[in-house]
């Protein structure tokens, strides 16, 4: 840091004299937005923001699981080191709230242990990624994909959702970056027939079993 610039940070210190500690936070929080609004590269990592973690909302099909034992972990890796990385999140205009797209249990450590969220004065350090609301499950999905840490199930239940929601076969795939035979083996974990409104068979890939459901589908579309 430039003495320059120590030297023009002086006002900032005299502004925020007096100040409590959340005015302080919530002071610095917009003087840093207005600067990183300035600054050539524009990526969500450059405008981290600490947020009251009651702002925050877990959602409700993260298919990462983390044992106990990697729970514990990861807090004395933040008591020991503080935050990383932050929380990656979407702002839902309708609840306003910031809902989570990946770093649940990074949320769920601060939020459950007093010590960390009291060091952090009640705050989480997030960043927001500019998708629409209805985008977030995709985007969970790319983040734990890219670090290889999902479960099967929880992957299945959330395919599952999606197709629930009106999703297609081939908006599933390009979005989550599955292989047709990937999407249709999740299809099979879950044991709902549903699943299969949208699929197109290949016979590459077509097993008994696979005919064996397809059959038992269209028996109950029968009746």
Same mark, same amino acid.
């Given at each position: 840091?430039?003495?320059?610039?120590g030297?023009?940070?002086?006002?900032?210190?005299?502004?925020?004299?007096?100040?409590?500690?959340?005015?302080?936070?919530?002071?610095?929080?917009?003087?840093?937005?207005?600067?990183?609004?300035?600054h050539?590269?524009?990526?969500?990592?450059?405008?981290?923001?600490?947020?009251?973690?009651?702002?925050?909302?877990?959602?409700?099909?993260?298919?990462n699981?983390?044992?106990?034992?990697?729970?514990?972990?990861?807090?004395?890796s933040?008591?020991? &080191?503080?935050?990383?990385?932050?929380?990656?999140?979407?702002y839902? #205009? %309708? @609840?306003?709230?910031?809902?989570?797209?990946?770093g !649940?249990?990074?949320?769920?450590?601060?939020?459950?242990?007093?010590?960390i969220?009291?060091?952090?004065?009640?705050?989480?350090?997030?960043?927001?990624?500019?998708?629409?609301?209805?985008?977030?499950?995709?985007?969970?999905?790319?983040?734990?994909?890219?670090r290889?840490?999902?479960?099967?199930?929880?992957?299945?239940?959330?395919?599952?959702?999606?197709?629930?929601?009106?999703?297609? &076969?081939?908006?599933?795939?390009?979005?989550?970056?599955?292989?047709? #035979? %990937? @999407?249709?083996r999740?299809?099979?974990?879950?044991? !709902?027939s549903?699943?299969?409104?949208?699929?197109?068979?290949?016979?590459?890939?077509?097993?008994?079993?696979?005919?064996?459901?397809?059959?038992?589908?269209?028996?109950?579309?029968?009746?």
């Amino acid at each position: 840091m430039s003495e320059a610039w120590g030297t023009n940070a002086d006002w900032i210190k005299d502004e925020i004299k007096g100040f409590s500690d959340q005015e302080k936070i919530d002071y610095l929080e917009d003087l840093k937005i207005e600067l990183q609004e300035m600054h050539p590269i524009q990526q969500p990592v450059g405008q981290v923001m600490w947020v009251d973690i009651d702002r925050v909302q877990a959602n409700d099909y993260n298919p990462n699981s983390v044992a106990g034992a990697e729970m514990k972990l990861l807090y004395t890796s933040i008591k020991h &080191d503080g935050y990383t990385q932050p929380v990656v999140t979407i702002y839902d #205009e %309708e @609840l306003d709230k910031f809902i989570i797209v990946d770093g !649940f249990h990074r949320y769920f450590t601060c939020k459950s242990n007093q010590d960390i969220k009291d060091r952090n004065h009640g705050r989480l350090p997030i960043v927001v990624i500019e998708k629409d609301i209805n985008e977030r499950m995709a985007a969970t999905v790319r983040h734990n994909r890219a670090r290889g840490s999902h479960s099967v199930d929880g992957m299945a239940n959330m395919v599952f959702s999606m197709l629930e929601q009106g999703w297609k &076969d081939a908006d599933i795939c390009n979005h989550l970056g599955m292989e047709p #035979e %990937e @999407l249709l083996r999740l299809k099979h974990i879950t044991g !709902f027939s549903k699943l299969f409104e949208n699929t197109e068979y290949k016979k590459a890939w077509v097993t008994k079993q696979q005919i064996l459901i397809k059959k038992k589908y269209q028996d109950e579309q029968e009746i």
